[in-house]
């Protein structure tokens, strides 16, 4: 079947990255077309760098799942190597675009850059889609309070625990997924009982306290996230680590796979004089996120 195409990393698939499938699969569904995207699992400038790990919004599986989720009928992985980033603009476009579908439509954004040292931008994609007898469309920018919509922003609001911004770039709540596994035990002792993640250490974990929703096969609980080092407690070796404690729940879930679901920033990590001071500060969180989730009531029934 003949098909159209875009090509990208795709990580967050966020405001400007729908804007992109929507065209793709609009164009596609008038024509009779498959749509295809081609993805960088990782994306070039963080394997270029080097600095993929704790900085990638959405995991290839991630990814895929939201791509499909908005009718694109073929995901395609293409991992990004030393190989391929010496590859020229021309030598990529007929080797990976041409030669392995030779697509009728190719869509991407304003940004679009291509071939090694980012040599051909979306003027030449244009010039040598039209060399070829293919359609070519490239479109503006999405924006937020005049920023371009981008990964990079994404990523920024999210180091920075700026959730609410992400959330809204990327259409969605920004989420992490783990299985649980054992911690020190030492929430439960306190009263408040945490569920600590194994996540994909690929994965951006914004730092702090934060109110979040969990998902626990198929259901929603509200809940407080705490991402850090417990310097308080200094367990586990003190190494990063993501614990939820579930607001009114009390089942074992160990070995379970939960998704976590941020909706916004509490505070920073802090260090308590003792467990005294902890856990008064603990009960504030909770207090902070019920109201939280109390003044978004409608949007949140609405999303979960």
């Known amino acids: 079947m003949k098909c159209a195409v875009t090509i990208g990393s795709y990580d ?7 804007k992109i499938i929507k ?27 080097k600095n993929w790990k704790d900085n990638i919004i959405t995991t290839p599986k991630e990814r895929e799942k939201i791509l499909k989720s908005l009718g694109v009928e073929e995901v395609v992985k293409l991992n990004f190597n030393e190989k391929l980033s010496q590859k020229t603009a021309l030598e990529f476009f007929a080797d990976f675009i041409i030669k392995k579908y030779d697509p009728k439509f190719i869509v991407v954004g304003k940004d679009f850059s291509i071939g090694k040292n980012r040599e051909a931008n979306y003027a030449w994609l244009r010039e040598i889609s039209k060399i070829n007898g293919l359609k070519c ?17 994404i990523r920024q609001f999210l180091h920075l625990g700026r959730i609410k911004e992400a959330n809204f770039c990327l259409g969605r709540n920004y989420s992490i997924s783990g299985v649980v596994i054992k911690g020190a035990g030492i929430g439960r002792k306190m009263g408040y009982p945490t569920a600590n993640l194994e996540v994909n250490p690929i994965k951006i974990l914004p730092k702090g306290i934060f109110a979040v929703i969990v998902k626990i096969e198929n259901k ?13 407690l200094k367990t586990l070796g003190m190494r990063l680590m993501a614990e939820v404690h579930i607001l009114n729940f009390d089942r074992d879930i160990y070995g379970e796979t939960l998704e976590v679901f941020f909706v916004e920033k509490i505070r920073n990590e802090m260090k308590f ?7 008064k500060q603990i009960e504030t969180d909770i207090a902070k996120a019920e109201k939280i989730f109390s003044k978004n009531r409608e949007l949140y029934n609405k999303v979960f």
């Open 220 to 232: 929603y609980y509200k809940a407080v996230a705490s991402i850090g080092v417990r310097p308080t």
């Open 23 to 49: 065209e793709l699969t609009g164009y596609c569904l008038k024509n009779d077309l498959k749509s295809v995207v081609i993805y960088f699992p990782i994306p070039p400038k963080l394997y270029i760098h």
């Open 12 to 18: 967050g698939v966020h405001l400007g990255h729908q």
């Open 273 to 279: 004089l003792d467990m005294k001071a902890l856990i």
């Open 137 to 153: 469309k490239v479109l503006q920018f999405v924006k937020y309070k005049h920023h371009k919509i981008s990964s990079s922003l």
